[in-house]
């Protein structure tokens, strides 16, 4: 089930954001965490970045691998990923 909630991640987040990546405010939405706390994910590897874009921008399926890992289900993630896509959405 985890596969398939991933892959739905990858398609909702590609037709959006042209990318499976999220960008510094939309990892903290998602992740409910302030930017001191997600510089600390990046920092000791637990949320995995990239820099393609000279930005710094974080994984969606890192990010939702440490939400479950904080306890969360994953169609408690995925509900929290698709907000933030509808908020993308209205911009």
Do not use: P
């Not at 949320?47 to 969606?60: D, N, P, R, S």
């Not at 479950?68 to 995925?78: L, P």
């Amino acid at each position: 089930m985890d596969s398939v909630l991933n892959r739905l991640d990858t398609l909702e987040s590609s037709s959006v954001t042209g990318s499976e990546y999220l960008s510094r405010s939309q990892a903290m939405q998602f992740l409910h965490v302030g930017s001191t706390k997600l510089w600390e994910l990046k920092n000791s590897g637990t949320i995995e970045t990239t820099e393609k874009t000279g930005k710094v921008l974080y994984k969606t399926s890192s990010c939702r691998s440490y939400l479950q890992s904080q306890g969360y289900s994953a169609e408690m993630a995925q509900e929290r990923f698709r907000k933030i896509l509808q908020t993308k959405q209205k911009r």
